[in-house]
């Protein structure tokens, strides 16, 4: 769904240069998870921004969908990032004014999407996450874990095809990070592409496999042990 091929990212020049990536080779297909782990500047955030085409590379090819996103219009991509691609943050980012519901609708009535139709669709993604009895509550009303939920069914609702996730469990407990995560591997499982940004190793572990990132290198690649799900009959 997504690849990476000697993506490079440069901010500033000169003596002030800073090679936020270097080189990075990564792809990832449809049902598959995959976790980014590194220490705090090693580049997970900015691999997850040209992934999301909210940056471009300074050097490399990104492909989503089989399609070279620099070679797309400003129009084209925003069609791409609406259609396909959902992002999962870790304050959340949802809008305090409308509901759980309207929240997950929102992306959908973007791309033109009907009332009726939209809301339907979001009903449909916010049952899948339990959370049918909190439809109509507004985010305050909600607590941590449920927020996030919230956000992961915006996240996917539609046709998204990619999921990328900055540090999404790092406002949560650890019971509702692995919920989190969890939540996170079911929706790859129908067919979505996912990239997850973590610095925890128990987290990681509910991955397909593991990225391992420093000073925007990769310097490790590895399938994770059988994690927790190992005991669900994964």
Known sequence: M???RGVTKVYGSGPAEVRALDEIDLSVAPGELVALMGPSGSGKSTLLTIAG???RATAGTVLIGGR????LGKDELARLRRRSIGYVFQDFNLLAGLTAVENVMVPRELDGLGHRRARAEALAVLEKMSLADRAERFPDDLSGGERQ???????????????LADEPTGALDSVNGEAVMRLLRSCCRN?????VGTHDAQLAAWADRVVFLRDGRIVDRTAPRPGPESLLGR
Not at 149 to 163: M, S
């Open 2 to 4: 997504i690849e990476l």
């Open 53 to 55: 085409t909210l940056e």
């Open 68 to 71: 070279d996103v620099s070679r």
């Open 149 to 163: 939920r919230v956000a992961i069914a915006r996240a996917v609702v539609g046709e998204r095809r990619l999921l």
């Open 191 to 195: 067919g979505v592409a996912g990239i």
